[in-house]
């Protein structure tokens, strides 16, 4: 007689599910899971967000709402207490100690989430809170933590507190290859222990969604339209989306320019719009829970962000033949190949400027690059990925 087999039981912590590239890329990697062998359980820390409705039936998802520990201590306990909450008061305690005695003081949260029982793999797929989470809090046979920033902006002191936390893991995804080295270049952790493991991308989904009507006045036929989709900050660099287009125009080309995304450089962009008078050139669409509609209906995809780890609508975009100008970072370094699958320029206006003009310039670069690179985009199937996430969730 056979065995009866037994699920392992996996956690995936993150903080919500708004629109974004580690939030998209975890809920793809969710769907391709394989729930005969797994039984997973998906906790957030914020609000569920846009892709909540996306996540597979067979995830349990488990919501803290540590939103309630925000704002000044006194206020905080007090509030929470009125509301009975004595659960979020002790952990802004918890929290506030943590200034005085380091994240080991989360420690004390344990008897707090007990009922989660104990793991065989626990996954962090952001920094910050969710790894802390994972490393003090859980009680797990294999513990794996996933790094997507693009860039290294931790002090000296933020390092050490990386480098301790990091201690309690197995394992430290890196998205890339690049990103890996820089992770090495700065963080005192063994090598072995950092694997590299791109985030999945879902082609079918993103073709199904790309059918998707968007409005027809949106796009002028008689205009080259360019879309650019990024959270409006400042390492994304899509300002320079306006500065570019305003130079392109006084060239003489005809261009429109859809910015996706939302942010806090929101007003200022907004700003630069009007005094450029581009109020009928650059349109801020604000954050779109499907930007796949409209990157189908663009002429050209431009990606002006300063640091990436990994880039994901580049190969979104990749994925709908769409040409490419890319800023240079150490994500799309990686598989951008100048003037062959895209176009590689500075990370500047004047680069996004020699990038456009270079495409509408040669109609047959544009034509070259408006298929997609289907050697590239094999490494990012579910089949490949999920491959290597199986493989690490069972090293014990």
Known sequence: MGGIYIKKRLLFVNGHLNVGGVERSLVDLLKYIDYDKYEVDLVLFEELGDYIDEIPNDVNVIFYDLTKTYGSF???????????????????????????????????????????????????????????????????????????????????????????????FNHVVSVSGGCKKMILDNVNILEDKVV??????????????????????????????????????????MVNCVFACRKLIDLDYKIKW???????????????????????????LGRKKNPYSYLKNADVYVHPSYVESMSITVLEAMCLDKP???????????????????????????????GVKSLLDDIKLYNKLSKKDLNVLKKYTFESVTLNVEKLINKI
Do not use: M
């Not at 996706?260 to 349109?283: A, S």
């Not at 240079?328 to 400027?353: A, M, Q, R």
């Open 324 to 354: 490419l100008v890319v800023a240079k970072s150490i994500g799309p370094l990686e598989f951008i190949k100048n003037k062959e699958n895209g176009i590689l320029v500075n990370p500047d206006t004047e680069g996004l400027v020699y």
């Open 258 to 284: 859809f910015l996706i995304g939302d942010g806090e450089e929101y007003e200022k962009i907004k700003h630069e719009i009007l005094i450029n008078d581009l109020e009928d050139k650059v349109y801020l």
């Open 196 to 237: 590299v493991i791109p985030n999945v991308i879902d082609f079918d989904n993103i073709y199904n969604k790309s059918l998707e009507k968007v409005d027809d006045d949106l796009y002028d036929k008689d205009y080259v339209n360019i879309v650019s989709i990024g959270r409006l900050s400042p390492e994304k660099g």
């Open 74 to 168: 006194l206020k905080c306990i007090l509030n929470n207490l009125k509301n009975r909450e004595g659960k979020y008061a002790f952990i802004r305690i918890v929290f506030y100690l943590e200034r005085i005695f380091g994240a080991k003081v989360k420690k004390l949260l344990k008897p707090l989430f007990k009922s989660l029982g104990k793991y065989d793999c626990a996954i962090a797929y952001r920094i910050g809170i969710c790894t802390d989470f994972v490393a003090y809090v859980v009680n797990a046979k294999n513990k794996v933590t996933w790094w997507h920033h693009g860039s290294y902006d931790y002090n000296e002191k933020q390092t050490k507190a990386i480098e301790n936390v990091y201690k309690n």
